[in-house]
């Protein structure tokens, strides 16, 4: 190869990587940004779950970032006090603070989370469905003292852990059973389809959060939205 060829393929090949190191250089600054946004928006939404939680949080021995995470999803992405909040007629808000009458909305916090919403008779005379309480009782766990990996498959599955109302027997409806062809195991509007693509990570974040609210107690013993606080 003469020095001219050489020169010239030489002069290539420092182009060439050039050009790469160029492109190196530019698509960096990119995929840090990215990552950055990343952050920025959960730091973002855990900052907004935490401002906007409608009741004290005890944050004691929890996880802040998962406890904020988990009010973001369940206040402003899936309202579920929606349902399970809403217990006797009127009492999801406080009085002269219902939105649904053009009023400034004030969540009322002595039925937050408390279950109550009563969605019917899953067949005439059979038992009603109605949503549960989900706040921590006694011992700290929420859901009605069900531990995480059983709120997971809850979540998952719609399974019912507490067997609140067993199948009818064959020929015999009642208001405490559920008849064929539905499942008695089931909790029958869950998994709630809002919530079917939450990953796990989002789980453990709504877990976190309703574990760190108050206890309520509910109407007494042996309703089911009875909750032992203390």
Request: contains cysteine.
């Amino acid at each position: 190869m003469t020095s001219r060829r050489f020169a010239k393929a030489a002069a290539g090949v420092a182009a060439f990587a050039a050009i790469i190191f160029a492109g190196m250089l530019s698509s960096t600054p990119r995929v840090k940004a990215t990552g950055d946004d990343d952050e920025n928006r959960n730091d973002s939404r855990v900052q907004r779950g935490l401002e906007i939680a409608p009741v004290p949080l005890n944050l004691e021995g929890k996880n802040r970032a998962l406890v904020g995470l988990g009010s973001y999803i369940v206040n402003a992405h899936v309202p579920c006090n929606e349902c399970h909040g809403a217990g006797p007629a009127l009492t999801q808000f406080l009085p002269g603070q219902n939105p649904y009458f053009g009023q400034p909305a004030v969540i009322n916090p002595a039925t937050y989370f408390g279950g109550g919403r009563d969605f019917g008779a899953i067949a005439p005379g059979a038992a009603h469905i109605i949503s549960r309480n989900l706040t921590p009782d006694k011992t700290g766990l929420p859901v009605g003292g069900h531990t995480f990996a059983e709120f997971v498959q809850i979540m998952r599955t719609g399974v019912d852990l507490d067997n609140l109302h067993p199948a009818c027997p064959p020929g015999v409806v009642n208001s405490t059973c559920v008849p064929a062809p539905f499942r008695a195991d089931l909790l029958q509007t869950m998994p709630w389809p809002g919530l079917s693509h939450l990953t796990d990570h989002d789980l453990r974040a709504i877990y976190e959060y309703l574990s760190a609210i108050p206890c309520v107690a509910g109407p007494p013993a042996p309703s089911v939205l009875h909750n032992d606080c203390f």
